[in-house]
């Protein structure tokens, strides 16, 4: 587990626990749940799910059979997670194939080479804190085309030039000194 997955799961925690002692925000927990399991018993998600399910079973026998780490089921189950889980929730507000062919693309490959190259781990807590404050920001601001929401993204672009940035420069580093 990289340091940004240890940083997100980190963050997922303190949001569970602050909202399973919170009296007043534990309906709102119950609320996200009960709507994910309304996603999870839908016709295209069950089938997905199996297929899925399928393919993590082969995985999981060629591990064992090449004796092989369990890491890669953790990274096909987030590739899963963020693509599909996705898919789904956009395809019931958009046409179908228009959300199809819109889940599909290079996201994956990036998500590769990002999670390879990380920061320390107080930096990643950081940069998802940072990163998620922006993200609802801007959803609050989703209705107005105000200069708030256009700073916002802004900011977020320029966060992820930084870490684009990074990434290539971390990439030519390994390349160099693999040649060396």
């Given at each position: 587990m990289?340091?940004?997955?240890?940083?997100?799961?980190?963050?997922?925690?303190?949001?569970?626990?602050?909202?399973?002692?919170?009296?007043?925000?534990?309906p709102?927990?119950w609320?996200?749940?009960?709507?994910l399991l309304k996603?999870a018993?839908?016709?295209?998600?069950a089938?997905i799910?199996?297929?899925?399910?399928?393919?993590?079973?082969?995985?999981?026998?060629?591990?064992?059979?090449?004796?092989?780490?369990?890491?890669?089921?953790?990274?096909?189950?987030?590739?899963?997670?963020?693509?599909v889980?996705?898919?789904?929730?956009?395809?019931?507000?958009?046409?179908f194939f228009?959300?199809?062919?819109?889940?599909l693309?290079?996201?994956?490959?990036?998500?590769?080479?990002?999670?390879?190259?990380?920061?320390?781990y107080?930096?990643?807590?950081?940069?998802?804190?940072?990163?998620?404050?922006v993200?609802?920001?801007?959803?609050v601001?989703?209705?107005?085309n105000?200069?708030?929401?256009?700073?916002?993204?802004?900011f977020?672009?320029?966060?992820?030039?930084l870490?684009?940035?990074?990434?290539?420069?971390q990439?030519?580093?390994d390349m160099?000194?693999?040649?060396?």
């Open positions: 990289n340091t940004r997955e240890l940083a997100i799961v980190t963050w997922l925690l303190i949001i569970i626990i602050y909202f399973l002692l919170s009296s007043r925000l534990r709102m927990l609320g996200v749940i009960h709507a996603i018993v839908e016709p295209a998600f089938l799910f199996i297929y899925q399910g399928i393919i993590i079973a082969g995985t999981i026998l060629f591990i064992l059979k090449y004796n092989l780490t369990f890491w890669i089921i953790k990274d096909y189950v987030i590739v899963f997670f963020t693509t889980i996705t898919f789904l929730g956009e395809s019931r507000s958009k046409n228009s959300s199809l062919i819109h889940s693309g290079f996201g994956a490959i990036f998500q590769f080479f990002i999670s390879t190259y990380t920061f320390d107080w930096k990643e807590m950081f940069i998802v804190f940072v990163t998620v404050v993200s609802i920001l801007l959803v601001n989703e209705k107005y105000s200069p708030v929401k256009n700073l916002l993204n802004g977020l672009l320029i966060m992820m030039f870490i684009m940035t990074i990434l290539i420069y990439i030519v580093k160099v000194d693999c040649k060396n």
